[in-house]
């Protein structure tokens, strides 16, 4: 597998190959790729590469849930893993990497669509917060919150965006920042703590950002700092989305309490990038997730439609209508 290494950006396009599932599962632990839709293609293209390179059906069950554990928050890794293990268990070897080459190819069409129904949510000449990366380089493709924005402009809206930076590791002021100007959409990278003076002062019309996961209530997964956004959102009256596929719609966790949290390593907080920030001695907290209830979700943007509360009966519609 050849990853583009999110690692190295903005300053060099590099890639890194995984000949291995252990190596694999290190690069999906390190970041070198990261973003919900994005893992849900690895997890499936790491089972064809399972195929390829373990001995016996026991070592590929076995390293398929290496890979469904490498990254526990996001649902979309699991559902790729258990996508591309169900066909290779009926179809055979070649199974699992058609299965893949489907996944990807349909994560492309989905997140067009979404960005499609996003745009109709964007006012003209809108100012766009938005948080993580969501964009071509968390998916397969275009990008779900970033899809948005994209549509968005392709339709002549034009609007800015808002560049959260996105302590700690930086993947707006990173990935997003370099995405858009690389799509030749206005953006401004803040610290994220600038975000609620900005709503106060009426300069943002729109908050989108995407998701690791959504429970069946419409509770939201995503990257930590998430949920100020939502509560600051509402205060403000301002619209807060949320863009992501159905496949990262869990309808089995029934709400955020069910959710468990990845914990990362202090390091990334007590560093930027390879300078340390924090006295010798100093200890971090790194949750690299938060949760955002369903109430503070304006709607939920997916490639089958846009979802509004009751959550409970919207998101279900949305996921059958994808099976259907």
């Not at 000949?19 to 632990?29: F, H």
Request: proline share 5%; with cysteine; aromatic share 4%.
């Amino acid at each position: 597998m050849r990853l583009v290494d999110q690692r190295a950006l903005p300053r060099r396009l590099r890639f890194v190959e995984c000949g291995t599932v252990s190596e694999l599962c290190d690069a999906i632990r390190s970041l070198v790729v990261r973003g919900a839709p994005a893992l849900g293609v690895t997890g499936a293209f790491g089972v064809a590469l399972a195929v390829r390179t373990e001995r016996g059906v026991a070592a590929v069950r076995r390293a398929a849930a290496r890979l469904r554990e490498a990254r526990p928050t996001a649902v979309n890794l699991a559902w790729g893993v258990d996508r591309a293990l169900a066909a290779w268990e009926a179809g055979g070897s070649e199974a699992a990497l058609v299965e893949a080459e489907r996944i990807a190819a349909a994560d492309v069409a989905a997140n067009r669509a979404l960005g499609a129904f996003g745009a109709e949510l964007v006012p003209a000449g809108a100012r766009v917060l938005t948080h993580c990366n969501a964009g071509a380089l968390a998916a397969a493709g275009y990008g779900t919150a970033l899809g948005v924005v994209r549509a968005a402009f392709e339709a002549g809206k034009a609007p800015t965006v808002w560049v959260d930076e996105t302590r700690p590791v930086l993947q707006g002021a990173r990935l997003t920042a370099w995405e858009l100007d690389r799509l030749g959409i206005e953006a401004t990278v803040i610290p994220d703590a600038l975000a609620g003076s900005l709503m106060a002062a009426g300069r943002v019309d729109v908050v989108v950002v995407g998701a690791d996961r959504i429970a069946a209530n419409g509770d939201v997964a995503n990257k930590v700092g998430t949920y100020p956004l939502a509560v600051l959102a509402r205060e403000h009256d301002v619209p807060f989305y949320v863009a992501a596929p159905t496949s990262t719609i869990d309808l089995a966790t029934p709400d955020a309490g069910a959710v468990v949290v990845e914990e990362r390593p202090p390091e990334e907080v007590l560093r930027v990038g390879r300078e340390r920030i924090a006295p010798a001695g100093a200890r971090a907290l790194n949750l690299a997730f938060d949760l955002t209830p369903g109430r503070l979700v304006t709607a939920v943007v997916t490639e089958q439609g846009v979802a509004r509360r009751p959550y409970g009966r919207s998101l279900a519609a949305l996921v059958r209508q994808a099976g259907a």
